[in-house]
């Protein structure tokens, strides 16, 4: 599954972004899709996951209010819309897929190729 991240850039702090994952046709088992990101110098973090089939959405604490996932099955898309962005947000953003549900990178079948998102302050 080749997955493709884009839509990073740089903002100002309290500025927004939306970040877009575009996906092969889903000839796979991978029914759950989301977001992770990596600050240098730290562990890759989850950030968001969307169930494709139920759209069903679940965030890690550190989010929640501030970023939203999102799906378009006729776009073969998710989204993640990132508010309210503080410099402690920057990092690379990579998309990932997996079989089943997942909070860690453990178990991802396939990730985007990152997209880097800066944030001045």
């Known amino acids: 599954v080749q997955l493709q991240a884009s839509g990073g850039g740089l903002v100002q702090a309290g500025g927004s972004l939306r970040l877009t994952c575009a996906l092969p046709?889903?000839?796979?088992?991978?029914?759950?899709m989301g977001w992770f990101r990596q600050a240098p110098g730290k562990e890759r973090e989850f950030v968001a996951r969307?169930?494709?089939?139920?759209?069903?959405?679940w965030y890690a604490d550190s989010f929640k209010g501030r970023f939203i996932i999102s799906r378009d099955a006729a776009e073969n898309s998710i989204y993640l819309q990132m508010n309210n962005l503080e410099p402690g947000d920057a990092a690379v953003y990579y998309c990932a897929s997996a079989s089943r549900e997942f909070t860690t990178a453990a178990g991802i079948r396939s990730w985007g190729q990152g997209t880097q998102v800066t944030v001045s302050s």
């Open positions: 046709p889903l000839t796979t088992s991978d029914n759950f």
């Open positions: 969307i169930g494709w089939r139920n759209g069903r959405r």
